[in-house]
């Protein structure tokens, strides 16, 4: 039986500059019983920007909670739980502007959120293109991620880089050497924009350490754009490891 459902909401106008990073950077997050999932043999991280709309908590909406932004930056894992692979993320970090947000979330999943100023603009460029903001504000400057995105949508191919990155419908934190929390995502899948231009600038050092400042500085391996639905995240199964995963062969 699954688990109750926790939130619902629409993610909205996701973002996604994908780099690829040093497998070795991810290791100290990732959570125990999963292992790194690669693309084509690359490990990524993705820095996502997005919307957060309608938001019901136990299907309550909380006055000043409902319509938000969140940035956050993650990868790509998977765990075997004895009968099937289970492709997921884990966040090392997330950006909410609603303190109360990230006290929930960090407690319940042990997440990484943290609250600070945010913003977004949304403004249509011409020639059948927009552009999209999502900034927040750290030491008083604000840092920036957004895109210009053709207005045309299309399905997601199976077998492409695009289905990696969105099609992962499980999150993984660890909490403690043995043990992992394992929370189910689920939503239909969605339709991606081609992007045209990007910009990311942000204090990477300040906000998700040394180590990511060589990957996260340089231009992003590749760019996504997915028009969002209605989600719902369950309530999160703790999960102990006290063996090596099951032997299976690779999916």
């Known amino acids: 039986m699954a688990n109750l459902r926790f939130l619902k909401a629409k993610w909205q106008n996701l973002l996604m500059l994908n780099y690829e990073v040093d497998p070795v950077v991810l290791q100290k997050h990732l959570p125990p019983g999963t292992e790194l999932d690669f693309w084509e043999g690359k490990a990524l991280v993705s820095m996502v920007g997005f919307l957060f709309l309608d ?49 929930v979330a960090n407690t319940l999943y042990n997440e990484h959120y943290r609250a600070l100023p945010m913003r977004h603009s949304i403004t249509p460029k011409g020639n059948e293109y927009t552009n999209y903001l999502y900034e927040w504000k750290l030491n008083g400057c604000w840092n920036k991620l957004g895109a210009t995105v053709a207005d045309k949508f299309g399905d997601i191919a199976v077998g492409s880089p695009e289905e990696f990155i969105f099609e992962h419908y499980w999150g993984y934190n660890g909490l403690t050497s043995v043990k992992t929390i394992e929370y189910q995502v689920e939503h239909v899948s969605w339709q991606v924009a081609e992007v045209k231009d990007f910009i990311f600038e942000a204090d990477v050092a300040n906000l998700y350490g040394k180590e990511f400042v060589p990957y996260l ?8 754009f997915a028009n969002g639905s209605a989600i719902s995240v369950r309530m999160g199964k703790k999960i102990r490891i006290d063996q090596a995963l099951p032997i299976s062969p690779a999916p």
Do not use: C, Q
Request: proline letters at 5%; zero cysteines.
């Open 55 to 103: 938001t019901r908590v136990l299907n309550i909406k909380w006055p000043w909670h409902i319509n938000f932004e969140e940035v956050n930056l993650r990868f790509y894992v998977r765990r075997f739980d004895g009968v099937e692979w289970k492709r997921g993320a884990v966040f090392i970090s997330e950006i909410v502007p609603k303190s109360i947000i990230a006290v």
């Open 217 to 224: 500085t340089t231009a992003p391996y590749s760019a996504f």
